[in-house]
């Protein structure tokens, strides 16, 4: 089969393990919640006699009358009540002519009950996904398929497979290194083919995550750090499980989220150790490395500092409070949940340095002469010029 036949095979069997985990559902039964039907619709009038206002904080309930604009009562209007917390990361403060997510239930065939959801903003996310898949199929052709692919498949493993084992009780550290292998296997092998440069992808990045997981566990027990520390933690304990291991929950939070710098900076060594191998088939293996090891030079830095923006910039309106109270450098680096996101960027950077010489070693030893090597290498390399 031809190298572009291996593609499409590799991206049709990435579509179907999708699809199988779009309708996997491993989520332990909880309490039962009240579902109703969800429609679009148009506020014609407002009621705010019920808010009430604290300077900038509004609580109590906002009642609406609302048009569905799709759905089994279409057409018709309906009370929706939106209520008000306090809370402004939450509410949503509504006017007459937006359009908003109902959740109604139907009584007597008329809509009753209704709830707002937030404003209605699942076709521009659609628009949006639509317009990201288009671009990298657009400039990347098959390629672009594949990435397209093994983003919605991390997605998926992460929403249909690694979060609802978590709920069961499954182990976050092992569960989580074995996500993650998943992961990387199919991003690397579906980009860099199944060829040298995707096994010393492969191999480079979890190497990375190994190393990163390792200093993870070591430094959360230096810092006295723990997984309450994360936002919506201990809202989930309320939820009724209590016996989460919230602190090796974080510990694999850090290494998935610098799973994917590691897999770039990797792919990005690999690519270009394969490139030198085919410009100078006669390299030696020191030589190859040590031109690899120059490329993560080169790299290593601007990736180092993508961590800290962006972790940092999702954080600016606390850093912002902290400046405003006139804290000094002292309290605010030693609080926990600072000293948290220190430990992110920090450990997950030592991992983005490390791939580098790892993924470099094991590209230079793997792009050796086919003389006297295995003969799955050998095939490796027939199927890389076919």
């Given at each position: 089969?031809?190298?572009?036949?291996?593609?499409?095979?590799?991206?049709?069997?990435?579509?179907?393990?999708?699809?199988l985990l779009l309708n996997l559902?491993?989520?332990?039964?909880?309490?039962?919640?009240?579902?109703?039907?969800?429609?679009?619709?148009?506020?014609?009038?407002?009621?705010?006699?019920?808010?009430?206002?604290?300077?900038?904080?509004?609580?109590?309930?906002?009642?609406?009358?609302?048009?569905?604009?799709?759905?089994?009562?279409?057409?018709?209007?309906?009370?929706?009540?939106?209520?008000?917390?306090?809370?402004?990361?939450?509410?949503?403060?509504?006017?007459?002519?937006?359009?908003?997510?109902?959740?109604?239930?139907?009584?007597?065939?008329?809509?009753?009950?209704?709830?707002?959801?937030?404003?209605?903003?699942?076709?521009?996310?659609?628009l949006l996904i639509g317009c990201?898949?288009?671009?990298?199929?657009?400039?990347?052709?098959?390629?672009?398929?594949?990435?397209?692919?093994?983003?919605?498949?991390?997605?998926?493993?992460?929403?249909?497979?690694?979060?609802?084992?978590?709920?069961?009780?499954?182990?976050?550290?092992?569960?989580?290194?074995?996500?993650?292998?998943?992961?990387?296997?199919?991003?690397?092998?579906?980009?860099?083919?199944?060829?040298?440069?995707?096994?010393?992808?492969?191999?480079?990045?979890?190497?990375?995550?190994?190393?990163?997981?390792?200093?993870?566990?070591?430094?959360?027990?230096?810092?006295?750090?723990?997984?309450?520390?994360?936002?919506?933690?201990?809202?989930?304990?309320?939820?009724?499980?209590?016996?989460?291991?919230?602190?090796?929950?974080?510990?694999?939070?850090?290494?998935?989220?610098?799973?994917?710098?590691?897999?770039?900076?990797?792919?990005?060594?690999?690519?270009?150790?394969?490139?030198?191998?085919?410009?100078?088939?006669?390299?030696?293996?020191?030589?190859?490395?040590?031109?690899?090891?120059?490329?993560?030079?080169?790299?290593?830095?601007?990736?180092?500092?993508?961590?800290?923006?962006?972790?940092?910039?999702?954080?600016?309106?606390?850093?912002?409070?902290?400046?405003?109270?006139?804290?000094?450098?002292?309290?605010?680096?030693?609080?926990?949940?600072?000293?948290?996101?220190?430990?992110?960027?920090?450990?997950?950077?030592?991992?983005?340095?490390?791939?580098?010489?790892?993924?470099?070693?094991?590209?230079?030893?793997?792009?050796?002469?086919?003389?006297?090597?295995?003969?799955?290498?050998?095939?490796?390399?027939?199927?890389?010029?076919?």
């Amino acid at each position: 089969m031809s190298r572009i036949g291996r593609e499409w095979l590799f991206a049709a069997v990435i579509a179907v393990v999708c699809i199988l985990l779009l309708n996997l559902d491993l989520a332990p039964p909880g309490p039962p919640a009240e579902r109703g039907l969800h429609a679009r619709g148009l506020i014609v009038d407002v009621d705010n006699s019920r808010v009430r206002t604290n300077l900038i904080i509004k609580t109590e309930a906002q009642v609406l009358s609302v048009r569905l604009l799709d759905g089994p009562a279409k057409g018709e209007e309906i009370a929706v009540t939106n209520m008000l917390t306090g809370k402004l990361e939450l509410d949503e403060f509504y006017e007459t002519g937006s359009v908003i997510l109902v959740e109604y239930d139907l009584l007597d065939g008329q809509p009753a009950h209704g709830m707002a959801r937030g404003y209605y903003r699942l076709q521009m996310q659609l628009l949006l996904i639509g317009c990201f898949v288009a671009l990298l199929i657009g400039v990347a052709g098959v390629t672009g398929l594949k990435a397209a692919l093994s983003f919605v498949f991390a997605a998926l493993v992460l929403w249909k497979l690694y979060f609802p084992l978590l709920l069961l009780g499954y182990p976050p550290i092992p569960a989580g290194l074995a996500v993650v292998a998943v992961l990387t296997g199919v991003v690397t092998f579906s980009v860099g083919g199944l060829s040298r440069r995707g096994i010393a992808t492969f191999s480079g990045s979890m190497l990375g995550v190994l190393l990163t997981c390792g200093l993870a566990v070591w430094f959360a027990q230096a810092f006295n750090l723990h997984g309450a520390i994360r936002p919506f933690a201990e809202a989930l304990l309320y939820s009724g499980y209590y016996e989460l291991r919230l602190t090796d929950i974080f510990i694999a939070s850090v290494f998935i989220a610098s799973s994917g710098a590691v897999m770039d900076l990797a792919m990005d060594i690999a690519a270009s150790m394969d490139e030198i191998k085919l410009s100078k088939p006669d390299i030696g293996v020191l030589e190859h490395i040590a031109s690899g090891l120059r490329v993560g030079r080169a790299v290593i830095g601007t990736m180092t500092t993508t961590l800290l923006l962006a972790y940092s910039s999702s954080h600016i309106c606390m850093f912002l409070l902290f400046m405003a109270k006139g804290l000094p450098a002292e309290n605010i680096l030693n609080a926990p949940f600072v000293a948290a996101e220190t430990l992110n960027i920090l450990v997950g950077s030592f991992g983005l340095i490390t791939v580098a010489p790892f993924t470099a070693v094991v590209a230079g030893f793997l792009y050796r002469a086919n003389v006297g090597r295995p003969s799955w290498i050998r095939l490796l390399s027939r199927n890389e010029t076919a």
